[in-house]
């Protein structure tokens, strides 16, 4: 696999391709809400969403060895959750088939976790996360923006804020908490 | 919690670590449900962040999702689910009636040696368990004849409370106080059926023997751990 600048993930996905369930369950949690927020604005479904989400990352463990790099990992990803939608939507028994996990010789562990902060995701609350990201002193949301909504690499951060690359990495870390405190904070005033 | 291994998370996260720290994150997340809390957290913010309008008309729908069978406290973490495989042996294959075919797919999906001593570890008393409801559906003694599952859409097929149907889905319930030794869901397939087995937090065993999907399995074992 090509260890290019596409590729954030790849010590994961090297791992994951020699067999590191750790590894894998890490690039799934990463990606989860991503693909399901793709495949829900597929489906318009949310129920479908969840069955072809959990497909997807079936068939993305079953695949992985094939992943070389050339696209992002999630790209690569995303394309094989389009295709199962596509294939969803094109078989006239996909309806009665939720979760067709055609690999019956794999027996699957759901390590499930409650989601009370899938508030988050409410529309109020995302205003007021942006409206806290903005609020955040300006070297932490240098960096976090720089870095989320930019994509850009530490390194790239560290020369545009000509700062060491540990205090990047540092500020990005401190933005991420203050955030997931502000959430933390949201959900136990509304809750 | 430690906080320098927080901001490794957050530098993995990111895919900015160094080869030799990896190994560090991962043998910690795999026993540090807060760090597997904070990770999903990280994809929960980074994905709300970029593709809002997604997350918008999702949550003009949402319901909660809420499986959590093997928890018996409940964990406050974000929207995740890891799945993990675990392979099922050729004995069981052999015993399940499943033709060799299988066992070469597995060998595709699976090579790891981590694979492999998990499946040198599958237990056998879950294998009787399993071979029992094949053989002996009706034989039981233990599910109450009351279960009631219209909430999540089955109607009792039988007064005897143990058979269920929605449409074309069917399948025989079974409730027992037995000790299996396992805190996930399995699942085998059984020619045309397959079967669930689920654990829930009291203690007590969900089999679900029928043509219904893993994800209905969780529905109707959730509806019965309330």
Redesign the interface.
């Given at each position: 696999m090509n260890n290019n600048s596409n590729n954030d993930d790849f010590l994961l996905i090297k791992k994951a391709q020699n067999g590191h369930e750790g590894a894998f369950n890490f690039l799934m949690t990463k990606y989860y809400p991503r693909v399901y927020a793709s495949l829900y604005s597929y489906t318009k479904s949310r129920e479908d969403s969840e069955d072809l989400t959990q497909q997807t990352f079936v068939k993305v463990w079953q695949q992985i060895k094939t992943f070389r790099g050339d696209s992002a990992f999630f790209t690569w990803v995303y394309r094989i959750a389009i295709n199962l939608a596509k294939n969803h939507f094109a078989s006239s028994s996909s309806k009665k088939d939720k979760l067709n996990i055609s690999s019956s010789d794999i027996d699957i562990e759901f390590k499930t976790f409650a989601n009370p902060e899938s508030d988050l995701m409410h529309d109020q609350s995302l205003k007021k996360i942006r409206a806290f990201i903005d609020k955040l002193p300006e070297s932490l949301k240098t960096a976090f923006t720089l870095r989320e909504s930019d994509g850009k690499s530490y390194e790239e951060i560290a020369l545009i804020t000509d700062t060491p690359i540990g205090t990047v990495r540092s500020r990005i870390f401190r933005a991420r908490e203050n955030i997931l405190n502000f959430i933390s904070e949201e959900l136990d005033d509304e809750s | 919690m430690n906080h320098n291994l927080?901001?490794k998370l957050?530098?993995?996260?990111?895919?900015?670590?160094d080869?030799n720290e990896?190994d560090e994150i991962?043998?910690a997340?795999?026993k540090d449900a807060s760090l597997?809390?904070?990770?999903?957290?990280?994809?929960?913010?980074?994905?709300?962040?970029?593709?809002?309008?997604?997350?918008?008309?999702?949550?003009s729908?949402?319901?909660?999702?809420?499986?959590?069978f093997w928890?018996s406290n409940?964990?406050?973490?974000?929207?995740?689910?890891?799945?993990?495989?675990?392979?099922?042996n050729q004995f069981e294959?052999s015993r399940m009636g499943?033709d060799i075919s299988?066992?070469n797919?597995?060998n595709?999906?699976?090579?790891?040696?981590?694979?492999k001593d998990i499946v040198s570890k599958v237990e056998e008393n879950l294998v009787d368990h399993v071979m029992h409801v094949i053989n002996n559906p009706d034989l039981d003694n233990s599910t109450p004849y009351d279960v009631d599952l219209r909430n999540v859409g089955y109607n009792r097929l039988s007064s005897d409370g143990r058979k269920f149907n929605k449409?074309?889905k069917n399948f025989i319930l079974r409730i027992e106080k037995k000790n299996l030794g396992i805190n996930?869901?399995?699942?085998?397939?059984h020619g045309d059926k397959i079967i669930h087995v689920v654990p829930l937090a009291d203690g007590r065993v969900v089999t679900i023997y029928g043509n219904i999907?893993?994800?209905?399995a969780?529905n109707v074992a959730n509806s019965i751990s309330k």
């Open positions: - | 927080e901001e957050s530098a993995l996260f990111d895919g900015e670590i080869t990896v991962l043998d997340l795999e597997q809390k904070k990770l999903s957290q990280y994809a929960l913010v980074s994905s709300s962040i970029n593709n809002s309008n997604n997350i918008q008309s999702i949550n729908k949402k319901k909660s999702i809420s499986y959590g928890f409940a964990i406050t973490a974000a929207a995740t689910v890891l799945i993990t495989f675990v392979a099922i294959f499943e299988a066992k797919k597995l595709i999906a699976m090579s790891s040696k981590e694979a449409g074309e996930k869901v399995r699942y085998w397939r999907d893993a994800q209905s969780i």
